[in-house]
């Protein structure tokens, strides 16, 4: 490096660029990653509406419904029911949002910026992944500090578990989400393809209501969709922690079961970190095409 | 086609070819972008290429910039092959696409440090190299500021600026003023002119503007896809010779008869009037007003430019092979000097 800065203004201050290393591939991720996080927390509008659902959701929609069944739910309130779902729904839309940034790039051309840079095109991939998370998970962090307010306690293993959880969610939403974007060329479409997929997938993950005593064809509905097995481990660690007797915790938690198998937990998380890598990969493949 | 003396600098020392190309080729399905062309571009010049949109001019800069794949045939740049040392080429091009590729949400010092960071600049050179970009092109002041509220001139210094924070060897520019002002465009002329002088740099642009090309070392002209003719700007000039006539008459089809049959001139309409080259055009005018037999209502005559020298290997001018184009500024082409 041949930079010398006592060199007035003709004197070339020459840079040379390094070799491919884990190094440069390790920054190159960083830099895609803080990006995200610089465009998020720069644009305060997209927090505040982002939050906005899930908070409608929560306390409008939750509130409204508990009258139906007045006294609540064996003496749970519906809202402390949702909360794992209205979590999971925060980070749902803002980590698609984010995913579907690239296509944003694409069309304003930052993304071209990112596809000549000699890195390999999976760090940039990575680090947009990787970024939606933080974001995503950095919303559900808002909805998490609700939680007293529907009566899920502030517990510091709950709130581990749970935030833990959301970051593994956060990652596969965007990966899923960045596997979609690769592939469209403008936001219109981008959206309406979200809306499309979103909604039912909500819908049909158990967010809102139990999947026990659902008719067969919404069991199997609801046991396809991925999002399933982020919001079951979420309520169950929810119900760790609070005073239910068995038999409301038994209604309203029975969990995941295939052919009357309970799944466990942890295989209910690795599905989602498998879907998510799997996603990752293909994302990977399709950035590294060239026409 | 003539090589350029590059012992021009000094002569230091022997240098491979900034880029070179070979047979190279591009199809999209049934369209042939580019149809097998050759050159190459010495260190240090500044080589223009210039050709109607649709030419080929991007596509062939894409291939270069190893955006796209050649279909055929073969380029390297800086020495590296653009398909197998990809990585190679990347390190040593800096970019300035047509369109605009910053982060409007980003600063403009974010913007470079973005940069730096995927090229993987090393971090005790950076500031002095940011400051010195940013101050080529007057934006230092305003390195804080948000790239959204930039005017487009200041954007496209800025993409100048980011384009060559990593020193790149090789910096393309793919048309580098469009739709800018005139003001502008100059200032962006002054730009490149300056970095020829102060960085060790090879320049590869392409315009579609006649009067850009002059600014080169050597130019290319394009047209469907193959390389027309490729000289420097004087040589071109030198090899069409003959000063171009335009003429507005009362009845057109009644001039360009009677051009041919008492002057022997073969004459067309070019943008709206009768055109057609002669040797000493001045000269031919009086002859002209004695001996046309039509009333005529304007002439110009203007001493061979880029756009004659265009329109003698494509017969065409490269305003009417972009008819769409919509900067149509002069009604008459005029004489640059």
């Known amino acids: ?123 940039i991939v990575i680090g947009k992944c990787l970024g939606g998370a933080t974001v995503a998970t950095f919303q559900g962090v808002i909805i998490l500090c609700l939680a007293g307010l529907v009566g899920v306690p502030y517990s510091p293993a709950l709130i581990l578990t749970l935030l833990g959880e959301l970051l593994l969610l956060s990652f596969t939403i965007t990966a899923t989400g960045v596997m979609a974007a690769a592939r469209i060329q403008n936001m219109q479409s981008f959206f309406a393809l979200v809306q499309m997929f979103m909604m039912p997938m909500f819908f049909l993950s158990g967010a809102l209501y139990p999947l026990s005593n659902l008719p067969s064809w919404l069991q199997v509905l609801t046991r396809i969709n991925p999002l399933t097995y982020a919001v079951d481990p979420m309520r169950r660690a929810v119900f760790d922690h609070l005073d239910v007797s068995a038999a409301t915790r038994h209604a309203l938690v029975s969990g995941v079961t295939w052919w009357g198998w309970q799944v466990p937990s942890w295989l209910e998380l690795a599905i989602v970190a498998f879907i998510g890598l799997i996603m990752l990969g293909i994302s990977i493949a399709e950035f590294r095409r060239t026409e | 086609m003539r090589k350029i003396d590059v012992s021009a600098d000094g002569g230091v020392k022997v240098k491979q070819p900034a880029v070179s190309v070979r047979g190279l080729a591009k199809r999209y399905g049934k369209v042939e972008a580019v149809r097998g062309i050759d050159f190459e571009v010495a260190p240090g010049e500044i080589f223009g290429f210039l050709g109607p949109n649709g030419a080929g001019k991007t596509t062939t800069i894409n291939m270069l910039c190893t955006l796209a794949n050649p279909s055929a045939g073969s380029a390297a740049v800086a020495g590296h092959d653009v398909v197998s040392e990809r990585d190679e080429v990347r390190r040593n091009i800096g970019l300035v696409f047509q369109d605009t590729t910053l982060d409007n949400y980003l600063s403009a010092e974010q913007n470079l440090r973005f940069h730096a960071e995927l090229y993987g600049m090393p971090r005790s050179v950076l500031p002095e190299r940011m400051r010195r970009v940013l101050e080529m092109v007057g934006l230092w002041e305003r390195r804080k500021s948000l790239v959204g509220t930039f005017s487009g001139g200041m954007k496209r210094r800025l993409e100048i600026a980011r384009g060559l924070l990593h020193s790149p060897r090789v910096l393309f520019l793919d048309e580098p003023t469009i739709g800018l002002d005139p003001q502008t465009r100059s200032s962006i002329w002054n730009y490149i002119e300056e970095l020829k002088r102060s960085e060790d740099i090879t320049i590869f642009l392409t315009t579609h503007y006649m009067d850009e090309a002059e600014y080169c070392d050597r130019i290319a002209i394009m047209d469907s896809g193959r390389i027309v003719v490729l000289d420097t700007p004087e040589a071109l000039k030198a090899s069409v010779g003959k000063d171009r006539v335009q003429i507005e008459t009362e009845d057109d089809a009644a001039a360009i008869e009677a051009l041919g049959r008492q002057f022997g001139v073969e004459a067309e309409i070019h943008e709206g009037s009768v055109t057609f080259a002669v040797a000493q055009g001045e000269q031919f005018v009086p002859r002209l007003f004695a001996g046309l037999g039509v009333p005529i209502r304007s002439v110009s005559v203007s001493r061979p430019s880029l756009d004659d020298v265009f329109m003698s290997y494509t017969g065409t001018t490269i305003r009417d092979a972009e008819a769409s184009a919509s900067d149509h500024m002069r009604m008459f082409m005029r004489a640059r000097r």
């Open chain 1, 1 to 123: 490096m041949s930079t010398n800065t006592a060199m007035p203004s003709p004197g070339v201050a020459r840079v040379r660029v390094p070799e491919r290393s884990v190094r440069q591939d390790l920054r190159a991720v960083k830099i895609v990653w803080q990006r995200e996080l610089i465009r998020f927390f720069r644009d305060r509008l997209r927090m505040f509406t982002s939050l906005l659902q899930p908070i409608l959701f929560l306390f409008v929609l939750g509130t409204g419904l508990s009258t139906l069944a007045s006294g609540g739910i064996g003496g749970l309130s519906l809202r402390t029911f949702m909360f794992p779902g209205v979590l999971s729904m925060a980070t749902l839309f803002t980590a698609m949002f984010s995913a579907g940034s690239i296509v944003w790039d694409r069309e304003f051309g930052f993304l071209r910026e990112m596809l000549v840079a000699p890195v390999r095109r999976s760090t």
